[in-house]
């Protein structure tokens, strides 16, 4: 057993080290006001969120968000709560203004004709010239990637060599076999049991696919956490509320460790 007088030195350097950040750095933002910038590169309308005392960046983030895209609040809480973390993210407007709104999914909208317009062809051409600009303009030379539900199938599409390097998706939606078999850096993975676009055997699958790959990967499975888990939750469903915040602290420490 540690020595009490130990844990209590331990307990005290602890807290000076995270003393130094504007926001407790390891807990996700659900609410409160963005910080983050709006900022036009070549057409595609991108949030900015700086790190505490930002110059340059030798590494930074892009965030691959899920279909409400911008304008969902959650999207930019979680970009500001990466840079908390001493990361600068950047998040496209993938959609070029055709983000779908919570409430029209809430009403059932028939997405069939909005993918269609989003192809992944599309999607791959903004996710390239994101990089671009931050390998070029920025100096970038380590791109981290986040990608959430529609974000999650593309993360993997650029952790090939080249775009991404590291990535951390969460309840990806329309993730291919083909595409987790092309995965040649390190990924964190973040599952619910709810979740019917990436379940048990999707899971499974990518496990033994990367573990034959010799990939390094992480895949946590969060119990009573349904799709979405990792940017929208109910508030009142402690379940819900802690997959929230642990598969940003598994998203963090991935990068930590990894990027
Ligand atoms: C940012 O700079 C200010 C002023 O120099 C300093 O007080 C603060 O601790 C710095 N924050 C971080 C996270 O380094
Ligand atoms: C963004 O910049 C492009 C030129 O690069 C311009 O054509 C477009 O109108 C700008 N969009 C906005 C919303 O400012
Ligand atoms: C959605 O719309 C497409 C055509 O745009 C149609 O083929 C499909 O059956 C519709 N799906 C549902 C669930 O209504
Ligand atoms: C997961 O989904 C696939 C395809 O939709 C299905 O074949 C499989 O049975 C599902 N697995 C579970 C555990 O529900
Ligand atoms: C797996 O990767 C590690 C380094 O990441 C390497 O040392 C090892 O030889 C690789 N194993 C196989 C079977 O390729
Ligand atoms: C959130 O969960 C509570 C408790 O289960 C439930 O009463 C409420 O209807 C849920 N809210 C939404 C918007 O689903």
């Given at each position: 057993?540690?020595?009490?007088?130990r844990l209590?030195?331990?307990l005290a350097s602890?807290s000076?080290?995270?003393?130094?950040y504007?926001?407790?750095?390891?807990?996700v933002?659900?609410?409160g006001?963005?910080?983050?910038?709006?900022?036009?590169i070549s057409g595609?309308?991108?949030?900015?969120?700086?790190p505490p005392?930002?110059?340059?960046s030798t590494?930074a983030?892009?965030h691959?968000?899920?279909?409400?895209?911008?304008?969902l609040l959650?999207n930019k809480?979680l970009?500001?709560?990466?840079?908390a973390n001493?990361?600068?993210?950047l998040?496209?407007?993938?959609?070029?203004?055709d983000a779908?709104s919570?409430?029209?999914q809430e009403a059932?909208?028939?997405?069939t004709?909005?993918f269609a317009?989003?192809p992944?062809?599309?999607i791959d051409?903004v996710?390239?010239?994101?990089?671009?600009?931050?390998?070029g303009e920025?100096?970038?030379?380590?791109?981290?990637?986040?990608?959430?539900?529609?974000?999650?199938?593309?993360v993997?599409?650029f952790?090939t060599?080249?775009?991404?390097?590291v990535?951390f998706?969460?309840?990806?939606?329309?993730l291919?076999e083909?595409?987790?078999?092309?995965?040649?850096g390190p990924?964190?993975?973040?599952?619910?049991?709810?979740?019917?676009?990436?379940?048990?055997?999707?899971k499974s699958r990518?496990?033994?696919i990367?573990?034959?790959n010799?990939v390094t990967f992480?895949?946590?499975?969060y119990?009573?956490?349904?799709?979405?888990?990792g940017?929208?939750v109910?508030q009142?469903?402690?379940?819900q509320?802690?997959?929230?915040?642990?598969?940003f602290l598994?998203?963090?420490?991935w990068?930590d460790?990894?990027?």
């Open positions: 057993m540690m020595p009490m007088r209590i030195l331990c602890l000076t080290a995270y003393a130094a504007t926001f407790p750095p390891r807990v933002r659900n609410t006001v963005p910080t983050g910038q709006l900022k036009n595609i309308q991108t949030y900015l969120s700086y005392n930002y110059t340059t590494k983030i892009l691959i968000t899920d279909i409400f895209g911008l304008p959650e809480l970009a500001d709560s990466l840079a001493d990361y600068l993210v998040m496209p407007d993938l959609f070029a203004g779908i919570v409430e029209q059932g909208l028939n997405l004709s909005w317009r989003h992944p062809s599309e051409r996710v390239k010239m994101i990089i671009g600009y931050m390998r920025l100096g970038v030379e380590r791109v981290g990637g986040v990608g959430y539900c529609f974000g999650g199938k593309y993997p599409r952790l060599g080249g775009g991404i390097d990535g998706i969460a309840h990806p939606s329309g291919t083909g595409e987790v078999g092309g995965i040649g990924v964190s993975v973040a599952a619910g049991t709810l979740d019917a676009s990436f379940n048990s055997t999707a990518a496990e033994s990367l573990n034959s010799n992480q895949s946590n499975l119990y009573g956490a349904p799709h979405g888990f940017v929208r109910n009142s469903v402690p379940q509320v802690y997959a929230k915040q642990a598969s598994q998203a963090v420490t990068f460790a990894w990027l």
